[in-house]
């Protein structure tokens, strides 16, 4: 009876310790912490998901959560290479942001051979839930169908019908011109040329010269972030719009935006999943980010990181487990998602969050009332109508 007593007591001492000392689950924020992301995404994602595990309250099934944060360095090796490890060896449950499409690919390779949680905000290529979809992911914010579906075709409608594209020469930059066209093609416009640029480029001008030439109503740039600035800024030096051609910027995020400043950006219209002076909720969680982060106003990649966290966390309670990204997402398919984010919200089978997406223009210097005061939104566009259908869909976890 002591020997037995000796094992019961040693028992409970082992149970309790290992309940002492259990690993927490993790978030790993893989973001862009040095490079031309980072005002997108960047440090404003780590605060965003750390937003959203507080709000939860902290513990997930019983457990701790943490948020920790990786620099991919916009590198598809380094950013599979930290996904791996994350997953292996600290604990890590889901896979959080990751701009830069390319990146973005690398990593859902990885965490579709885990079986883990990638909540994707920033990557927007549509070929992440087309033919490499993945039953663990969620593309969350935005991608290139719904950017080109709802600029491309709001600007072909009003009467701009020739466009030329300066694309980035990378995945992303690919998916939004090759979905722009589409969009321009359906609503009765035509692509007359187009040219390709190295990430990162300082010297747009021979790009911009041939656009210019070409005589297209519309000069569409399918690139980002600094890119995007440094594009507009010489198409300005150039006299682009005096000249008369519209300028598209087919994916622009507030920071760019306020990078350029509005002298330069005043009237551009573009598509964006999120606008922090919407409502009452959208003010409401935006100041609170805004008093973490010096004042700065989020971009809707923070929004979608907030959101996606939140709504994962909640999706993995219901579930019962978090190691397992498709049951997680396998739940999530069967809870309601609405927040001040998402508006009219679902998650399909492909992994594509299907929510309200909105055209808006920047205003004039001389309308805005405040720094962050920089969009007027011109109209709602439906997720059914933003997003592109399943019917002809690549991706083969769609029943056909």
């Known amino acids: 009876m002591k020997n037995l007593k000796t094992i019961i007591l040693s028992s409970v001492f082992t149970l309790t310790a290992a309940a002492a000392f259990a690993e927490p689950y993790r978030i790993g924020v893989l973001t862009d912490m040095s490079g031309m992301n980072y005002d997108l995404s960047g440090q404003g994602s780590v605060v ?59 990593v859902q390779e990885i965490t579709r051979q885990k079986d883990t949680a990638f909540l994707i905000s920033t990557a927007g290529s549509s070929a992440l839930t087309a033919e490499a979809c993945s039953a663990s992911t969620a593309q969350w914010t935005w991608d290139t169908y719904a950017l080109a579906n709802g600029t491309g075709r709001a600007l072909t409608q009003g009467g701009a019908k020739k466009w030329y594209f300066i694309t980035v020469d990378y995945t992303f930059g690919h998916a939004l011109e090759a979905d722009t066209t589409q969009a321009v093609t ?79 950006a005043q009237d551009l219209t573009l598509t964006t999943a999120f606008y922090w002076d919407m409502d009452d909720a959208t003010r409401e969680w935006s100041a609170r980010y805004s008093e973490r982060m010096g004042g700065k106003k989020p971009t809707m990649v923070h929004a979608g990181v907030y959101s996606s966290v939140m709504n994962y966390l909640k999706a993995a309670e219901a579930a019962g ?59 709602t566009i439906p997720g059914k109508e933003a997003f592109a259908s399943l019917e002809n869909s690549t991706c083969p976890l769609v029943k056909k």
């Open 48 to 106: 965003a998901a750390q937003m959203a595990v507080e709000d939860f309250g902290g513990k997930l099934l019983g457990e701790g959560i943490e948020v920790i944060v990786g620099d991919h360095q916009n590198k598809p090796d380094i950013g599979s290479t930290l996904a791996r490890t994350w997953i292996d060896e600290q604990n890590v449950v889901a896979v959080v942001d990751v701009p830069t499409s390319s990146v973005a690919m690398a």
């Open 186 to 264: 359906a609503a009765g416009g035509e692509v007359i040329g187009s040219v390709r640029h190295p990430r990162e480029t300082t010297d747009f001008s021979s790009y911009i010269l041939q656009a210019q030439a070409s005589g297209a109503d519309v000069i569409a740039l399918a690139n980002s972030s600094g890119d995007t600035m440094t594009a507009l800024k010489q198409m300005q030096e150039f006299g682009i719009t005096e000249a008369g051609q519209k300028v598209a910027g087919m994916l622009l995020f507030l920071t760019d935006v306020q990078g350029v400043g509005l002298d330069i």
């Open 321 to 379: 487990q978090a190691k397992s990204g498709s049951k997680v997402m396998e739940a999530m398919r069967g809870m309601d998602i609405n927040d001040f984010f998402n508006r009219n919200a679902y998650l399909r089978e492909d992994g594509r969050v299907v929510h309200d997406m909105f055209l808006v223009r920047v205003k004039k210097p001389s309308e805005s009332t405040s720094e962050g005061d920089l969009y007027e939104v011109l109209a």
